[in-house]
T-cell receptor, first 116, second 115 residues
Framework: NAGVTQTPKFRVLKTGQSMTLLCAQDMNHEYMYWYRQDPGMGLRLIHY???????AKGEVPDGYNVSRLKKQNFLLGLESAAPSQTSVYFC???????????????FGPGTRLTVL | AQTVTQSQPEMSVQEAETVTLSCTYD???????LFWYKQPPSRQMILVIR????KQQNATENRFSVNFQKAAKSFSLKISDSQLGDAAMYFCAYRSRDSNYQLIWGAGTKLIIKP
C-alpha cells in the first residue's frame, strides 16, 4: 500500500496563476482533508470531505476550492495564487469513526508551494 | 474554541538521555483525544502516541510515554533513551470526541539530539 500520496512535491507559481494539487489514498478511507503548514504554526485545516461528492470548509478556506469526484482522490485548487498562499500543503485521510475507532489521520508527504 | 499551546519552540537533549516536551490545551469539553505527531526533515507527519481523555492511565509506546494531567489540561511527551532518529518537529494535537475531522494543532517543538 502506498498510503497517502501527493502530486506534485514542489511547485513555484507566479501571482495570479492557477494550479491543482492532487491527493490520492489507497486505504479506502471515507474522510479526506487538506491542511496548510506555515512556519511557527501548527497545521490548519483548509477543506475536508466526509465522502465521495461531498466537501466542506475548514478553518482557512478562502482562496481554495476542492473536489472529491472519486473516493480515493481529493483535489485542492488555487484559482488565482497569491504570495500569502506560499506554504506546505498536506493531505490526510481517515476511516469513518466508530465507537471503537478514534479515526487516526494518515498524512501524505506534503507539497511545498511557493508563490512569487 | 479549543486551543493547543506548545511553549517550547526548541529543545535539545544528549543522545541516550530523557527529554520531556510540554503541551497544554484549553477546552470546555470532557471527552476528547490528544495526540503527539512527529515530523522529521522528510516532512512526513507520523503519529507517535495518543491518549483518550476518559482513560486515566498514561499511554506508552516503547520509548515514548505521556503524562496526561486532565485537570491541569496538560499533555507532555517523554522520550527515553533519546536516539539520533528522534530529531524532528513534534506537534501536539487535540480532537473532540464529537468531531469527526477537526484536529487542533500546537505550533510545534523542534527537538535536537546531540551525539
Amino acid at each position: 500500500n502506498a498510503g497517502v500520496t501527493q502530486t506534485p512535491k514542489f511547485r513555484v507559481l507566479k501571482t495570479g496563476q492557477s494550479m491543482t494539487l492532487l491527493c490520492a489514498q489507497d486505504m479506502n478511507h471515507e474522510y479526506m482533508y487538506w491542511y496548510r503548514q506555515d512556519p511557527g504554526m501548527g497545521l490548519r485545516l483548509i477543506h475536508y470531505s466526509v465522502g465521495e461528492g461531498t466537501t466542506a470548509k475548514g478553518e482557512v478556506p478562502d482562496g481554495y476550492n476542492v473536489s472529491r469526484l472519486k473516493k480515493q482522490n481529493f483535489l485542492l485548487g488555487l484559482e488565482s495564487a497569491a504570495p500569502s498562499q506560499t506554504s506546505v500543503y498536506f493531505c490526510a485521510s481517515s476511516r469513518f469513526p466508530t465507537s471503537a475507532s478514534y479515526n487516526e489521520q494518515f498524512f501524505g508527504p506534503g507539497t511545498r508551494l511557493t508563490v512569487l | 474554541a479549543q486551543t493547543v499551546t506548545q511553549s517550547q519552540p526548541e529543545m535539545s537533549v544528549q543522545e541516550a538521555e530523557t527529554v520531556t516536551l510540554s503541551c497544554t490545551y484549553d477546552t470546555s469539553e470532557s471527552d476528547y483525544y490528544l495526540f503527539w505527531y512527529k515530523q522529521p526533515p522528510s516532512r512526513q507527519m507520523i503519529l507517535v502516541i495518543r491518549q483518550e481523555a476518559y482513560k486515566q492511565q498514561n499511554a506508552t509506546e516503547n520509548r515514548f510515554s505521556v503524562n496526561f494531567q486532565k485537570a491541569a489540561k496538560s499533555f507532555s511527551l517523554k522520550i527515553s533513551d533519546s536516539q539520533l532518529g528522534d530529531a524532528a518537529m513534534y506537534f501536539c494535537a487535540y480532537r473532540s470526541r464529537d468531531s469527526n475531522y477537526q484536529l487542533i494543532w500546537g505550533a510545534g517543538t523542534k527537538l535536537i539530539i546531540k551525539p
